[in-house]
């Protein structure tokens, strides 16, 4: 078993996944200390953070969907209303859309509810807003907001569903890797959880 997760540890060679199922690998990071600054231009004109207070969870679903979608994001999709709601009514999580002119463009949340620990749960963009920048300022932010309440640690998973740069974003910004898992789940696109053309570098089985 693993220390601390209770997770069973796989042996080596191939293991099978369930029909209707995908298989992913799960990288953990953290930072115990604010890093260096990282040099990152400020929001262009129009571009701002908008925080969802207090929002109702359809409107967080579509947000959710607008950045998602394409790496397969399902997780909140799935969860139950009175489960999602008690998320976002927590004034120890913050959730910020980025908007550009009216449009989401990305999304920011960070959750505090563990005292002394931030998780930064999601942070993505839209496709056309990825490579223009705006990712590094994105972070910028989120690393400032964590670090100004009184926290010891900052976390964040990403997984191999996720932008294939992700995992080196991470570390760029400060984060370090400690933890490897698989995560097996239903295919969101086989129950319309979401649509099947999205993330056409899964294959689609089922």
């Known amino acids: 078993m693993l220390p601390d997760t209770g997770i ?13 199922h995908i298989a992913t690998i799960v990288t953990s990071l953290e930072m115990l200390r604010p890093p260096p600054s990282r040099p990152g231009r400020p929001f262009p004109p129009g571009l701002a953070l908008a925080p969802l207070e207090r929002a109702d969870p359809e409107t967080y679903r579509s947000l959710y969907r607008e950045v998602g ?35 989401n463009v990305g999304m920011l949340e960070l959750d505090f509810r563990q005292p002394g620990t931030c998780e930064l749960v999601f942070l993505g963009l839209t496709g056309d807003a990825v490579g223009t920048g705006i990712g590094r300022t994105l972070m910028n932010a989120a690393i400032g907001r964590a670090w100004a309440r009184p926290i010891a640690r900052f ?7 996720d932008h294939p740069g992700a995992l080196a ?27 099947r053309h999205c993330a056409p570098h899964v294959p689609l089985l089922g």
């Open 8 to 20: 069973p540890t796989l042996t080596p060679g191939f293991a099978a996944v369930p029909p209707g």
């Open 69 to 103: 979608a394409e790496w397969l994001w399902f997780s909140r999709l799935t969860l139950a209303e009175d489960a999602l709601a008690a998320i976002l009514f927590d004034r120890d999580v913050e959730i910020f859309a980025l908007r550009q002119d009216g449009r």
């Open 155 to 161: 976390w964040v998973h990403t997984c191999t569903l």
């Open 169 to 195: 974003f991470y570390r760029r910004s400060g984060f370090v890797p400690f933890a490897v898992h698989v995560e097996v789940a239903p295919d969101p696109r086989l129950d319309g959880t979401l649509p």
